[in-house]
C-alpha cells in the first residue's frame, strides 16, 4: 500500500475516523467515542483498509 490519507470528524460525543488509499481511492471508517485515543482510531481504520483492499484484491 501506498500513501493513505485520515479524516477525523467529531459527532456529538463520537467521532468517525476515515481513511482513504490514495492510489486507489479505496476508502473505509471506524467510529465510537470521543475519548478514544487519535492514535488508536488511525489504526484500527488502516487495518480495516487493509482487510478490505485484500478482499478486493481476492475477488
Same mark, same amino acid.
Given at each position: 500500500?501506498?500513501?493513505? *490519507?485520515?479524516? @477525523? @470528524? &467529531?459527532? $456529538? &460525543? *463520537?467521532?468517525?475516523?476515515?481513511? /482513504?488509499? %490514495? &492510489?486507489? $481511492?479505496? !476508502?473505509?471508517?471506524? #467510529? $465510537?467515542? /470521543? @475519548?478514544?485515543? &487519535?492514535?488508536?482510531? !488511525?489504526?484500527? %481504520? *488502516?487495518?480495516?483498509? /487493509?482487510?478490505?483492499? #485484500?478482499?478486493?484484491?481476492? #475477488?
Amino acid at each position: 500500500m501506498t500513501e493513505v *490519507y485520515f479524516e @477525523h @470528524h &467529531q459527532i $456529538g &460525543q *463520537y467521532f468517525k475516523t476515515v481513511v /482513504i488509499d %490514495a &492510489q486507489t $481511492g479505496v !476508502e473505509t471508517f471506524v #467510529s $465510537g467515542p /470521543i @475519548h478514544t485515543p &487519535q492514535k488508536r482510531r !488511525e489504526e484500527l %481504520a *488502516y487495518k480495516k483498509l /487493509i482487510y478490505v483492499m #485484500s478482499k478486493k484484491n481476492n #475477488s
